[in-house]
């Protein structure tokens, strides 16, 4: 899973650098506490968003990543989240390997707010307590083939 706030830049300037700073101290708490309770594992800080993993199927994921974007807008700020699932490559305390490449290319697909997941993420999940809206068929820069995305309802 990827996280990104949206207009960080922007808010950055806005705000000035003391107040963002407090402000991305916030959500980097908050979405610490969510990737917790949720059972998540920070890999590392990527900017202004997070790389987590989670064991098991992604309905933890699903269910952290929407309390991520619940938590960023009762701070005033939007974050985009996108979530594949597959095997990843250890890496000492870092992943990599295509289902990371994938799940960053989702990530920078998904619009304000939203949680967008690919179709493996869907098809795990398909016949859960989660809706999703098709969102097509898309290319992923350096993935071979269209992928289906689909964003997760709240």
Known sequence: MFTDIVDATAHAARLGDGRWRDLLARHDEEVRKELQRFDGREVKTVGDGFLATFAGPPSRALRCALAITQSARELGIE??????????????????????????????????????VSGTVFGTVVGGPFTFEDRGFHELKGVPGRWPLFALGV
């Not at 996108?82 to 697909?109: F, N, P």
Request: net charge negative.
């Open 79 to 116: 974050v985009r989240v996108g979530m594949h699932t597959g095997e990843c490559e250890l890496i000492g305390d870092d992943v990599g390997g295509m289902a990371v490449h994938i799940a960053s290319r989702v990530s920078g697909l998904a619009g304000p707010g939203e949680v967008l």
